[in-house]
Antibody
């Protein structure tokens, strides 16, 4: 069973860059999409973007202008960078694996989530 | 973009069957996936491809999908089933996932 573990600073100042990493263990990085999803306090799930194992990325239009997702196959990890953060970016950030047939993808494995607070 | 709608809350007595709906235009032509999120925990997949269960998910969990409504049914509800439930489809036009707003299941 693949396991995912997020890591990164729990506190980021407004206007700065949020950086998180997701370590992949007990599974292959190939043939899958890898994604970031966040959940603001008391709110629902919000998809940020994904990266395919080939390096192809796709982002939510809401985040596209300030987000980058990258993949390091040698370290079996992928990362999220979100710049110009505001207090509205305070949320629990999850990494997850995307699987399933084309056009019918779903998320079969999730990290435990990491809380990122944007505050001075 | 595609939109899916869930009721914000569903209540059910222990031992009864809970049904949580996920509405969307012609959603029956898509595959619907369901996630359970207990308080303070990450979401967990409970149903994929409308009605398949991952290993380890009790048979009490089932799904269906037709027309404009997909449904998650939980039979013989237990206190431990109290959680938020999210439906999800993949929007083929944008190649993005779409989540419902979530339904909070309360066991009375």
């Amino acid at each position: 069973q693949v396991q995912l573990q997020e890591s990164g600073p729990g506190l980021v100042k407004p206007s700065e860059t949020l950086s998180l990493t997701c370590a992949i263990s007990n599974g292959s990085i190939g043939s899958y999409y890898w994604t970031w999803i966040r959940q603001s306090p008391g709110r629902g799930l919000e998809w940020i973007g994904y990266i395919y194992y080939t390096g192809i990325t796709n982002y939510s239009p809401f985040f596209q202008s300030r987000v980058t997702i990258s993949l390091d196959t040698s370290k079996k990890q992928f990362s999220l960078r979100m710049n110009s953060v505001t207090t509205s970016d305070t949320a629990v950030y999850y990494c997850a694996r995307v699987t399933g047939d084309i056009d019918y993808h779903y998320f079969d494995s999730w990290g435990q989530g990491t809380l990122v607070t944007v505050s001075t | 973009s595609y939109v899916v709608t869930q009721p914000p809350s569903v209540s059910v007595a222990p031992g009864k069957t809970a049904t949580i709906t996920c509405g969307g235009k012609n959603i029956g032509s898509k595959s619907v996936h369901w996630y359970q999120q207990r308080p303070g925990q990450a979401p967990v997949l409970v149903i994929f491809y409308d009605d398949d269960r991952p290993s380890g998910v009790p048979e009490r969990f089932s799904g269906s999908n037709s027309g404009d409504t997909a449904t998650l049914a939980i039979s013989r509800v237990e206190a431990g089933d109290e959680a938020d439930y999210y439906c999800q489809v993949w929007d083929t036009t944008s190649d993005h996932p779409v989540f419902g707003g979530g339904s909070k299941l309360t066991v009375l």
